[in-house]
């Protein structure tokens, strides 16, 4: 596609509900990110995709946060049993090149979520 | 720990006025540094970026000042109009080594542009 897909773009969830979130990259981004943008705040990094491998996961939050891109095109992130300290705007982005945040990023336009 | 420090919070000009948002950093491992344009209900969009080799760099009415020895660096808004109203982020990342492809943010600056 032309730029980042995400879905849904607003989610409101109750306490303690799973939800997941999609993330669909412009067609052939090898890289693909996870970031979450807190209100008022700048994106912090979540996690990192380098076609299906999932080559950094240290900013995951906890282990209720899971990711995935299985077949190395649209990644998901999972949260479980969410908390009202999940409620941010989930950010993805993706990038043509396998490393290196200088080559830029193409964010999407990110998933709201509130957890109630 | 923030790595990346960023100024004012919020900014009010005049159209045609020249904002000025100021970046510190503490990593000195830090070799990239991108400035990022925001919309609201928008994901950030890349808007320039510069690398510490160079004191200055332009791309049309943005410009972005580093200074390497004081760790600091600004975004330039030449002729601002109302629909650079937007809210502005600095970012960080590492040349080399693990994290290299994660983008450290500063907290965000809201520039409104009164007409």
């Known amino acids: 596609g032309a730029g980042v897909s995400q879905s849904p773009r607003y989610k409101v969830a109750k306490r303690g509900q799973d939800v997941a979130l999609r993330c669909d990259p412009i067609?052939?981004?090898?890289?693909l990110f996870w970031y979450q943008q807190a209100l008022g705040q700048g994106p912090e990094f979540l996690t990192y995709f380098q076609n299906e491998a999932q080559l950094d996961k240290s900013g995951l939050p906890s282990d209720r946060f899971f990711a995935e891109r299985p077949e190395g095109s649209v990644s998901t992130l999972k949260i479980q049993r969410t908390q009202q300290e999940d409620s941010a705007v989930y950010l993805c982005?993706?990038?043509?090149?396998?490393?290196?945040?200088?080559?830029?990023?193409?964010f999407g336009s990110g998933t709201r979520l509130t957890v109630v | 720990q923030q790595q990346v420090k960023q100024s004012p919070q919020s900014l009010i000009v005049q159209k045609g006025g020249i904002p000025i948002i100021n970046c510190a950093y503490e990593n000195t491992a830090f070799d990239y540094f991108p400035w990022y344009q925001q919309f609201p209900g928008k994901g950030p969009a890349l808007l320039i970026a510069i690398r510490p080799d160079v004191s200055e760099k332009k791309e049309g009415r943005f410009t972005i000042s580093f200074n390497k020895s004081a760790k600091q660096f600004s975004l330039h808004i030449m002729d601002s109009q109302p629909g650079d109203s937007a809210t502005y982020f600095c970012a960080a990342s590492t040349g080399s080594g693990a994290g290299s492809y994660q983008l450290t943010f500063g907290k965000g600056t809201k520039l409104s542009v009164i007409p």
């Open positions: 067609s052939g981004h090898v890289s």
């Open positions: 982005a993706s990038s043509q090149m396998s490393v290196r945040a200088n080559y830029g990023y193409t």
